[in-house]
């Protein structure tokens, strides 16, 4: 086989494709994908009318096997949702190995998936590719980060799953201050605020240079809510310019770890 | 017309109820026929012609109820046919599993009704309880029995054993969600193909090792669009495309306790989904195949 495969651009397999799954599932909520491939390891973003950007990032360790070709750039579009359906062949309950393969540029994704408790059953798939929408470049080194939180995942998805679901905006205050971190939503009548200062069993480590206040659309940030579920610790940080960038990190049981992470687009003050 | 039958047995109890139940998601309405030996479900598509009904399953009375009495309506029409709403029928039925005696009869109310009195066991006392459903019934007219006959179905160009039906209906949701239409192939060598073909993907998912009941071919594949597989004999594969949600409603079936599946496939006109139970119950869905 191996002489087969290293002409592919990309080839890649692991034992189970049930982590994976999980992960992309959380970062889909759009049809499409830009899926690249990367040495250092798998990354695919999802853009929501270009306000959030969400990608999973899987480093190479994760794979029993993965080789990208050094001379070539692995990037394409894809159907995310093809995908994750694709990997989930064998339904929620079965557990699969999984072995991908790109051939070259405007070939399909092969993928080949075989369930671990069965044997004499295997699936193919194809899943088209199309040459990839440039993608938002909102890492900006020249802009200075203001605040980092980290905090618990679970501890936070409770936090979001509190608030108030008719409301558009949330405000986040950030300051050096007591209470470091309060988050208001505002409803049609009434305004609800929630504090958590830095001594909270929740916030794992708070650093903020100057007071700031942010507004984002409540919804954007809802988007987070699976990958929070699956995940053990969350990274916020803020930027000057109020760009958010929220940094999932899942620990596997193999204490390989997997990520995902949003930008989030501020609202502007009217 | 008379129809008055028991049911003491808790096996075929709780059988009864699967069938009714995974019937009710087959269709709203079905058709019960009672004869002498034999009692049948039948679902068929309106205006079907002479298509084959989408279910028909057999159920040996004498399997089930510990006492059987019927009369027809006279001595040249022996049986009896009755129009029932699956779904109250499988509503009525779920206090099945737990109850201790089962009383069905043909009764006249306001309405010609199906009678079933149900006993329940008490959990705190030694008393039972008496559970009664009445649920309305239209009397099928001896001209209309003709669309309720036996489906005769050719001979099918393969028989094979399907996989674990619960394993194949996760695969089966899955590829539904991508793709209105499956085809199911399946090759004298004991492999079962599923496969979904869009735009976006092609997806394929093999089963091997599967016991060939049957196999009549060579399989005519000239006037087909069927693309033959490296090292591959393709007159020995024979498949059909076939409406991916039927399939999966079939797969319902999964809970009833079966011995054994079956796939019949006639190439390219029908698939023909075989259960058979303990209880020797005869469950059979008919899916025509689809022809672009």
């Given amino acids: ?270 | 017309m008379k129809f008055r039958a028991v049911m003491v047995d808790p096996g075929p109890m709780r059988e009864l109820t699967h069938i009714v139940n995974t019937i009710s998601k087959l269709s709203k309405e079905c058709v019960l026929r009672l004869s002498d030996d034999k009692i049948y479900f039948i679902v068929s598509e309106d205006n079907s012609g002479p298509t084959p009904p989408v279910l028909w399953c057999e159920i040996s009375q004498s399997n089930f109820f510990s006492e059987y009495q019927m009369i027809g309506i006279d001595e040249d029409h022996k049986d009896i046919y009755l129009g029932i709403v699956s779904a109250s029928l499988a509503k009525s039925l779920v206090t099945l599993k737990t109850a201790k005696m089962l009383k069905i009869k043909l009764t006249k109310k306001q309405c010609p009704c199906l009678t079933l009195d149900i006993e329940m066991p008490s959990s705190i006392s030694q008393q039972t309880r008496q559970v009664s459903h009445d649920i309305p019934v239209v009397v099928v007219p001896r001209k209309l029995w003709g669309e309720f006959n036996e489906p005769k179905i050719p001979q099918p160009d393969i028989s094979i054993e399907l996989p674990p039906l619960k394993q194949l209906r996760n695969t089966i949701d899955r590829m539904k969600t991508m793709s209105s239409d499956i085809i199911i192939s399946a090759s004298a060598e004991g492999r079962l193909t599923l496969q979904i073909k869009t735009d976006t993907a092609k997806v394929s998912t093999r089963f091997r090792g599967l016991n060939v009941e049957s196999f009549e071919g060579p399989i005519d594949h000239s006037d087909s669009e069927t693309e033959s597989q490296t090292c591959e004999d393709i007159s020995k594969i024979c498949s059909c495309r076939i409406d991916a949600k039927k399939f999966s409603m079939f797969l319902n079936a999964e809970q009833i306790s079966h011995n054994r599946t079956l796939c019949h496939i006639i190439h390219k006109r029908l698939v023909v989904l075989q259960l058979h139970t303990k209880e020797n119950v005869d469950f059979q869905c008919f899916i025509m195949g689809i022809v672009y």
């Fill in chain 1, 1 to 270: 086989m191996d002489d087969g495969t290293s002409q592919y651009y990309f080839t890649a397999s692991m034992d189970s494709g049930k982590t994976l799954y999980n992960l992309l599932k959380s970062i889909q909520f759009q049809e499409c994908a830009v899926f690249c491939a990367m040495n250092e390891g798998l990354k695919l973003t999802v853009e929501e009318g270009k306000c959030v950007q969400a990608s999973a990032y899987i480093p190479a360790d994760n794979f029993t096997e993965y080789h990208v070709r050094d001379d070539v750039d692995v990037l394409f579009k894809i159907n995310i949702s093809v995908l994750t359906e694709c990997l989930n062949i064998f339904g929620a309950n079965e557990d699969s190995s999984l072995k991908m393969y790109y051939r070259c540029e405007g070939s399909p994704l092969l993928l080949v998936l075989q369930p671990q408790s069965m044997i004499n059953v295997m699936t193919d798939c194809e899943i088209a590719t199309q040459i990839a929408d440039s993608i938002l470049e909102l890492r900006d080194e020249d802009v200075p980060e203001v605040a980092k939180l980290v905090l618990k995942a679970s501890a936070f998805m409770g936090l979001l799953g509190d608030l108030e679901r008719s409301c558009d905006t949330i405000e986040i205050n950030l300051s050096p201050e007591h209470p470091n971190v309060s988050i208001i939503t505002y409803g049609m009548q009434d305004r609800s605020c929630i504090d958590v200062p830095k001594s909270s069993d929740m916030v794992q480590s708070f650093s903020c240079k100057q007071a700031i206040r942010l507004k984002y659309q409540l919804y954007h940030l809802r988007l987070i809510m699976k990958a929070l579920a699956i995940s053990s610790k969350v990274v916020l940080r803020s930027s000057s310019n109020g760009l958010l960038l929220i940094q999932l990190k899942l620990e596997k049981e193999d204490q390989r770890q997997m990520f995902t992470e949003f930008f989030i687009l501020p609202l502007l003050d009217d």
